[in-house]
């Protein structure tokens, strides 16, 4: 059998002292680092400036346009007094147009409603004291016709007499009419601003029943109005059985008499205005919300009164 030739192993050679290259004393240089070559460098985009920066410029070079472009609060001739959204006092001239205005048309609304308050309260006690004159004629006659007198509120008061039911109210502001209306054009109302301005009383009929029983849409009429102005003259206008004065508002003042004679027709425009029943067409038919609410079938309404805005002036 043929012996495999192996191969001895060869021991590494290793480095005399002598092979060994000596350490160097100094270091070398170091080796400088590569510069980079710099980019073209593109001009900085500058933006726009803002437009209120030019209006700024703008208005420092012109003072009127400064004027013009202030937004804060100015004086009546268009001078800015405070820069915008910073406290100031208001100009002297407004504060002055205020209160002039509020010297002349506010006080003289509040005479106005004083005079009206006062006139309603003399209307109150004259009503009070015809429900008790017509009662002492009436009970002897017939007990059963009631006449009574009732206060609701401050403003407003009733007198309930034979089916019929006065309604008398106060309204709380002070109105003023279009240049042709009533009084209006007359040289008494021309000549003063402030008799331009009225308090007003209402005078109203409704059914008594309407009330007693609730039936919400029975009408009441508008038997007359009474104007009062600042120097208690008076402007009454209404139904055409009203015994409305032919003269000039300037000679109507405000006495107890006056507001006596006013109850007194309104009253006998309501007892001469009869009830009148509906045509029996109209009432074939009722709804269940009329029945549940308690109106009668022959509801009638009063269709007699003749309204007259005209009064001689």
Same mark, same amino acid.
Do not use: W
């Given at each position: 059998?043929?012996?495999?030739?192996?191969?001895?192993?060869?021991?590494? @050679?290793?480095?005399?002292?002598?092979?060994?290259?000596?350490?160097?004393?100094?270091?070398?240089?170091?080796?400088?680092?590569?510069?980079?070559?710099?980019?073209?460098?593109?001009?900085?985009?500058?933006?726009?400036?803002?437009?209120?920066?030019?209006?700024?410029?703008?208005?420092?070079?012109?003072?009127?346009?400064?004027? &013009?472009?202030?937004?804060?609060?100015?004086?009546?001739?268009?001078?800015?007094?405070? #820069?915008?959204?910073?406290?100031?006092?208001?100009?002297?001239?407004?504060?002055?147009?205020?209160?002039?205005?509020?010297?002349?048309?506010?006080?003289?609304?509040?005479?106005?409603?004083?005079?009206?308050?006062?006139?309603?309260?003399?209307?109150?006690?004259?009503?009070?004291?015809?429900?008790?004159? &017509?009662?002492?004629?009436?009970?002897?006659?017939?007990?059963?016709?009631?006449?009574?007198?009732?206060?609701?509120?401050?403003?407003?008061?009733?007198?309930?007499?034979? !089916?019929? &039911?006065?309604?008398?109210?106060?309204?709380?502001?002070?109105?003023?009419?279009?240049?042709?209306? !009533?009084?209006?054009?007359?040289?008494?109302?021309?000549?003063?601003?402030?008799?331009?301005?009225?308090?007003?009383?209402?005078?109203?009929?409704?059914?008594?029943?309407?009330?007693?029983?609730?039936?919400?849409?029975?009408?009441?009429?508008?038997?007359?109005?009474?104007?009062?102005?600042?120097?208690?003259?008076?402007?009454?206008?209404?139904?055409?059985?009203? #015994?409305?004065?032919?003269?000039?508002?300037?000679?109507?003042?405000?006495?107890?008499?006056?507001?006596?004679?006013?109850?007194?027709?309104?009253?006998?425009?309501?007892?001469?205005?009869?009830?009148?029943?509906?045509?029996?067409?109209?009432?074939?038919?009722?709804?269940?919300?009329? @029945?549940?609410?308690?109106?009668?079938?022959?509801?009638?309404?009063?269709?007699?009164?003749?309204?007259?805005?005209?009064?001689?002036?």
């Amino acid at each position: 059998m043929a012996k495999k030739n192996t191969p001895k192993p060869v021991a590494p @050679k290793l480095f005399s002292p002598a092979d060994v290259p000596p350490v160097p004393t100094e270091l070398p240089p170091p080796v400088p680092p590569r510069k980079r070559t710099a980019r073209p460098t593109q001009p900085a985009r500058t933006k726009p400036a803002k437009a209120t920066s030019v209006k700024v410029t703008a208005a420092k070079a012109n003072p009127a346009a400064d004027a &013009l472009a202030h937004s804060g609060a100015t004086a009546t001739d268009n001078r800015p007094t405070a #820069e915008a959204g910073s406290p100031t006092e208001a100009p002297a001239d407004r504060l002055n147009q205020i209160f002039e205005g509020l010297k002349q048309k506010s006080t003289a609304k509040q005479a106005i409603y004083r005079n009206t308050l006062a006139a309603f309260d003399c209307l109150r006690l004259v009503s009070q004291e015809l429900v008790v004159e &017509l009662s002492r004629k009436l009970t002897p006659l017939d007990s059963s016709v009631v006449i009574e007198y009732r206060s609701i509120n401050d403003m407003e008061f009733h007198i309930r007499f034979s !089916g019929d &039911l006065l309604v008398f109210v106060l309204h709380s502001n002070i109105v003023t009419f279009p240049d042709d209306y !009533g009084p209006m054009p007359s040289k008494y109302v021309e000549s003063d601003f402030r008799r331009r301005f009225f308090g007003h009383i209402m005078a109203y009929n409704f059914m008594a029943d309407s009330i007693k029983y609730q039936r919400l849409n029975d009408p009441g009429y508008l038997v007359g109005r009474l104007l009062v102005n600042i120097e208690n003259h008076y402007f009454l206008e209404g139904v055409q059985q009203l #015994e409305l004065p032919d003269n000039d508002m300037i000679d109507n003042i405000i006495t107890p008499d006056m507001m006596k004679l006013f109850v007194e027709s309104a009253m006998i425009a309501a007892v001469n205005n009869d009830l009148i029943a509906p045509p029996l067409p109209e009432i074939q038919k009722i709804s269940v919300k009329q @029945k549940l609410e308690n109106q009668q079938v022959s509801r009638g309404s009063k269709v007699g009164f003749s309204f007259s805005a005209q009064q001689i002036i």
